[in-house]
């Protein structure tokens, strides 16, 4: 923390400016993010149980399902409560844990959606050498290192942004501690500092995508020399649910942090309605995307559903039997 820092609590503003929509967007939210929980804990079930899914992409869509479980976890349950309270402080390591977890597990879709690439590039490329190529090992070490260099850029951040001083206000004009609307607060947040941030934002969202870009231009590329129609309309196919999600995720997330801010209140209304369409809109979607394109993922799902349901009933019996 900064030397000269004499704000010890930040005040989340998010929506006070619509006092009389906190109810209804309390009730929008939470039925977004029990929908979210169901979706992808039903994907992640759906993969567990499904042997037919024991498969480097259906490990990563494990994965990206479960960082994105955990995205929402950081942000929408600290939101719930803000829109029914009163106080809407938050504390200063606070902020920066929520920060820290928000950054390093989004850093982490990313990658992951940079390894989704890759194994599908990997399977069109060399399908008969993919079972060697993609092994359990290969994805382990692909998602682990996600996770790692996801975190440090995440931690990088926090140490610049919490290295400032803040001495004025601290009134956080978000409904959760985003970067842009707490160095704003900041009484010494040099040029140099913004220049360094949106390096490690660029970092991040830049370098995967053009890593994802890379991935499909040699897809394409192989694919287009195929001489079936056929073929190539089951290799693009395989890629069109992940192709679908990172059009989704980067458009979102680059409108966010890329673009050039400004500090009226303007431009901070359109980041909180899209960091809300970012927190809440692309989780669920993204289950969606990969539930409704993907026979596969539909039969694991019915599949799953089916003996979730008969799995109850059956606790039932043998709670009654014991009485």
Same mark, same amino acid.
């Given at each position: 923390?900064?030397?000269?820092?004499?704000?010890?609590?930040?005040?989340?503003?998010?929506?006070?400016?619509?006092?009389?929509?906190?109810?209804?967007?309390? !009730?929008?939210?939470?039925?977004?993010? !029990?929908?979210?929980?169901?979706?992808?804990?039903?994907? #992640?079930?759906?993969?567990?149980?499904?042997?037919?899914?024991? $498969?480097?992409?259906?490990?990563?869509?494990?994965?990206?399902?479960?960082?994105?479980?955990?995205?929402? #976890?950081?942000?929408?349950?600290?939101?719930?409560?803000?829109?029914?309270?009163?106080?809407?402080?938050?504390?200063?390591?606070?902020?920066? $844990?929520?920060?820290?977890?928000?950054?390093?597990?989004?850093?982490?879709?990313?990658?992951?959606?940079?390894?989704? @690439?890759?194994?599908?590039?990997?399977?069109?490329?060399?399908?008969?050498?993919?079972?060697?190529?993609?092994?359990?090992?290969?994805?382990?070490?692909?998602?682990?290192? @996600?996770?790692?260099?996801?975190?440090?850029?995440?931690?990088?951040?926090?140490?610049?942004?919490?290295?400032?001083?803040?001495?004025? +206000?601290?009134?956080?004009?978000?409904?959760?501690?985003?970067i842009a609307p707490v160095v704003s607060l900041a009484c010494n947040y040099t040029f140099f500092q913004k220049m360094v941030l949106l390096a490690f934002t660029a970092f991040v969202l830049v370098g995967s995508f053009i890593l994802i870009m890379i991935s499909y231009v040699f897809i394409v590329s /192989? !694919?287009? &020399?195929?001489?079936?129609? &056929?073929?190539?309309? &089951?290799?693009? +196919?395989?890629?069109?649910?992940?192709?679908?999600?990172?059009?989704?995720?980067?458009?979102?997330?680059?409108?966010?942090?890329?673009?050039?801010?400004?500090?009226?209140?303007? @431009?901070? @209304?359109?980041?909180?309605?899209?960091?809300?369409?970012?927190?809440?809109?692309?989780?669920?979607?993204?289950?969606? !995307?990969?539930?409704?394109?993907?026979?596969?993922?539909?039969?694991?799902?019915?599949?799953?559903?089916?003996?979730? $349901?008969?799995?109850?009933?059956?606790?039932?019996? &043998?709670?009654?039997?014991? /009485?």
């Amino acid at each position: 923390m900064g030397n000269h820092t004499t704000v010890s609590t930040f005040l989340l503003w998010g929506f006070s400016s619509f006092p009389e929509l906190q109810t209804l967007l309390f !009730v929008v939210v939470f039925s977004s993010h !029990v929908a979210i929980l169901l979706a992808n804990v039903s994907i #992640m079930v759906a993969i567990k149980l499904s042997h037919n899914l024991h $498969t480097p992409m259906y490990f990563f869509l494990f994965g990206l399902s479960f960082s994105e479980t955990c995205t929402t #976890m950081v942000i929408i349950p600290r939101m719930l409560v803000d829109l029914l309270s009163q106080s809407k402080t938050i504390s200063l390591p606070e902020c920066a $844990t929520q920060m820290f977890f928000f950054f390093g597990l989004g850093a982490n879709n990313c990658f992951i959606l940079a390894a989704m @690439s890759y194994d599908r590039y990997t399977a069109i490329h060399n399908p008969l050498r993919y079972p060697t190529l993609m092994t359990r090992k290969v994805c382990f070490q692909l998602m682990m290192a @996600s996770v790692v260099v996801g975190f440090l850029v995440s931690l990088c951040i926090i140490i610049i942004v919490f290295n400032l001083s803040f001495c004025d +206000s601290n009134t956080v004009r978000h409904f959760f501690c985003d970067i842009a609307p707490v160095v704003s607060l900041a009484c010494n947040y040099t040029f140099f500092q913004k220049m360094v941030l949106l390096a490690f934002t660029a970092f991040v969202l830049v370098g995967s995508f053009i890593l994802i870009m890379i991935s499909y231009v040699f897809i394409v590329s /192989i !694919v287009v &020399k195929m001489p079936s129609a &056929k073929g190539r309309y &089951k290799a693009f +196919s395989t890629c069109s649910s992940h192709f679908t999600v990172v059009s989704i995720h980067y458009g979102f997330a680059c409108f966010v942090y890329l673009r050039p801010q400004n500090s009226d209140s303007d @431009s901070f @209304s359109e980041d909180t309605l899209m960091a809300v369409t970012y927190t809440v809109l692309t989780p669920l979607l993204n289950p969606i !995307v990969y539930s409704l394109r993907n026979k596969e993922m539909q039969v694991a799902l019915r599949k799953a559903l089916g003996s979730i $349901t008969e799995f109850f009933p059956q606790m039932v019996n &043998k709670r009654a039997q014991n /009485i």
